[in-house]
């Protein structure tokens, strides 16, 4: 029979699912040497325990084929790394209950390039601070699921959220939330926006 090659370097060679969720005495870096695991889909780390440090690695950008990729529960140094924008096939983006440098922006970049993009979710990312960038109104074409939540430094206006429900610019998104953000701006503006899609069969509903 030949040999089967069952090394730790090897099996990472073969991994496309990672997991480590809900574990609580899991810490530590994020590797960069996980570039390695050239088939990786899925990568999930939502730890319960003590989180990670470190940085958020900029070399994951090499990891074409992910697919999904989730964070939560870390403190991390320097900002979300622009060089995630090279992940072409990304389809689900969680990053929750995670610091990352003070001032540090969303980067402009990511909706540019990460034309995959369904699902983000960005949930008590404490350190972003500055405003939404306009790309991220317009360039996530096919996003259906939006959640920017937890963010108070995070300056977001009213007319953007109105641009975030026009049909012309996000015309799949299905689920938005903005919530514990710094929003300002004219409250009208939304009311106005979603008077305009509320479906016409809603005036001859039966009255009860």
Same mark, same amino acid.
């Given at each position: 029979m ?22 609580t +005495?899991?810490?530590? !870096? /994020?590797?960069? #040497?996980?570039?390695?695991?050239t088939?990786?889909?899925?990568? =999930?780390?939502? &730890?319960n ?14 990891l ?7 964070i ?12 995630w924008?090279?992940h ?11 610091t ?14 990460m +034309?995959?993009?369904g !699902? /983000?979710?960005? #949930? ?8 939404l960038? =306009?790309?991220? &109104?317009?360039s ?27 049909a012309?610019n996000?015309g ?8 514990g ?6 409250i009208p503006?939304?009311a106005?926006r979603?008077v ?13």
């Amino acid at each position: 029979m030949p040999r089967v090659d069952i090394s730790p370097q090897s099996l990472c060679l073969c991994l496309s699912v990672v997991g480590l969720d809900g574990m609580t +005495v899991l810490g530590g !870096t /994020l590797p960069s #040497e996980w570039t390695s695991m050239t088939r990786l889909r899925s990568l =999930s780390l939502s &730890l319960n325990g003590p989180g990670y440090y470190g940085f958020l690695p900029s070399a994951w950008s090499s990891l074409a084929g992910l697919q999904y990729l989730s964070i939560s529960n870390g403190s991390f140094m320097g900002g979300l790394p622009a060089e995630w924008a090279k992940h072409y096939n990304l389809k689900e983006l969680r990053l929750q209950n995670i610091t990352v440098d003070r001032f540090s922006t969303l980067p402009t970049i990511w909706a540019q390039n990460m +034309v995959a993009l369904g !699902t /983000l979710v960005l #949930e008590d990312v404490r350190g972003v601070s500055g405003p939404l960038p =306009s790309s991220w &109104l317009v360039s996530y074409r096919n996003l259906t699921v939006l959640h920017i939540k937890l963010m108070p430094a995070l300056n977001i206006t009213v007319d953007q959220i109105s641009s975030l429900m026009q049909a012309e610019n996000l015309g799949g998104l299905e689920d938005l939330v903005v919530e514990g953000c710094n929003v300002t701006g004219n409250i009208p503006a939304i009311a106005g926006r979603l008077v305009e899609h509320l479906p016409s069969s809603l005036g001859s509903m039966p009255h009860t």
